[in-house]
């Protein structure tokens, strides 16, 4: 996806390149849907960003800025696109963060936020399919690419010696779009999959699905779902039959509500998902805990750096014009400049102000490529105890 000129169609944003008494940014994730349980900490991530901001005295001539929630539902399209355009049109956004899953994103993108020329940043929509799109300059993502994350998982399974999987994967294009990178890249290193088939969420029995995964075969299966939905359902068919007592656990199925669901029947099952070890990501877990959050929830660092990002950039413009502040936001997050890190936002927004240039790490190691997506480090985890425990950093 190459970043072309930006739209300049922005009637409906606050003050084109001037400064705002108030700037608000939109916080589109899913509050309801398959991975409600993640969301909470997202959007507190995002606010805390905001908050720090707000209260420097120091972003664009002292304006404040607010975060304005609203629900994706996480697959729910029209949900969706309805509550971007009423963040856009009635509550006057400057900034999108969001959308959260892979499928709603792209509608919003495309019916929404590219009509409007509004900029979005993502914390946690990961299709590869989102690499390509033409996006008028509009969308970047704080989350690496599925296509990096089938790499990460087929060296996690080939370490531990795991030579063959069944997969399943929820029917969106996230699951599909990672289990095709997956797949991909295992049978590159030697990987069998013995069967890849799409499950639905929502549903009361899993049965059928857990058989089919069974009667392949493989020696542990690959569970690309959603933590609070179909994912769960997979695995806990499969416990209960014995099909299967070890999980492959990638990004949409990590969280602490599927340990206290799972409990011990998880231990030894294990996963990745995009985090980072950085000195950045220790100052964001410091900071939420002080706050009452968890700052190492999934997405959380990614949410506070993609709303970080949106006012750098609109520092450095000195505009909360998408137009004017978007083609701001590669500089703000890569090299040169002075590394910022979570609690430096006042010091980068006054380096900005003065003229000077900022390399924004944040609490997830930010460094966007050339689709304005994350480059993107994981954490490997496992199972141990009935706790999600990070074992390694890829």
Do not use: W
Not at 82 to 87: I, V, Y
Not at 163 to 175: E, Q, R
Request: hydrophobic letters at 40%; aromatic letters at 6%; a negative charge.
């Amino acid at each position: 996806m190459k970043k072309l000129l930006l739209a300049t169609t922005a009637a409906v944003l606050t003050a084109g390149a001037g400064f705002a008494d108030e700037v608000k940014l939109g916080i589109l994730i899913g509050f309801t849907g398959p991975i409600e349980s993640l969301t909470g900490p997202m959007a507190a991530g995002a606010e805390m960003a905001i908050a720090e901001v707000s209260d420097s005295g120091l972003f664009m001539g002292g304006s404040t800025v607010t975060g304005v929630r609203a629900d994706t539902g996480c697959i729910d399209n029209a949900l969706s696109t309805s509550n971007a355009e009423r963040l856009i049109n009635a509550e006057g956004i400057a900034g999108l963060i969001g959308g959260d899953c892979s499928g709603v994103t792209g509608a919003i993108l495309s019916n929404v936020a590219i009509p409007n020329g509004m900029v979005m940043i993502s914390p946690s929509a990961t299709s590869p399919a989102l690499s390509t799109v033409e996006d008028n300059g509009l969308f970047f993502r704080t989350a690496p690419s599925d296509a990096r994350e089938g790499q990460v998982m087929t060296d996690v399974l080939m370490d531990r010696g795991y030579k063959s999987v069944a997969l399943t994967y929820t029917n969106n294009d996230y699951g599909k779009g990672l289990a095709d990178a997956f797949q991909s890249a295992y049978e590159a290193a030697g990987g069998k999959v013995t069967i890849s088939t799409s499950h639905e969420d929502g549903k009361a029995d899993y049965s059928a699905e857990v058989g089919a995964l069974a009667s392949a075969g493989g020696d542990i299966v690959v569970v690309a779902g959603y933590l609070d939905q179909g994912g769960l359902g997979i695995i806990q068919g499969s416990l209960d039959t014995g099909a299967f007592d070890k999980f492959v656990l990638p990004g949409g199925m990590i969280g602490e509500s599927i340990t206290d669901n799972l409990g011990a029947d998880l231990n030894g099952s294990f996963g990745q998902i995009a985090g980072s070890g950085s000195d950045g990501a220790k100052k964001m877990a410091a900071m939420a805990k002080a706050a009452g959050f968890d700052g190492t929830s999934p997405y959380t660092p990614e949410s506070y750096d993609a709303a970080a990002l949106f006012l750098l950039a609109m520092q450095a413009s000195g505009s909360t014009d998408p137009a004017v502040y978007g083609p701001k936001i590669l500089d703000v997050a890569n090299a040169p400049g002075e590394k910022i890190y979570p609690g430096d936002l006042a010091k980068a927004l006054k380096i900005l102000a003065d003229g000077g240039q900022v390399d924004y790490s944040g609490g997830s190691d930010v460094e966007l490529i050339g689709p304005g997506e994350s480059a993107g480090s994981y954490r490997e985890i496992e199972v141990i105890d009935a706790k999600i425990e990070t074992v390694r950093f890829r």
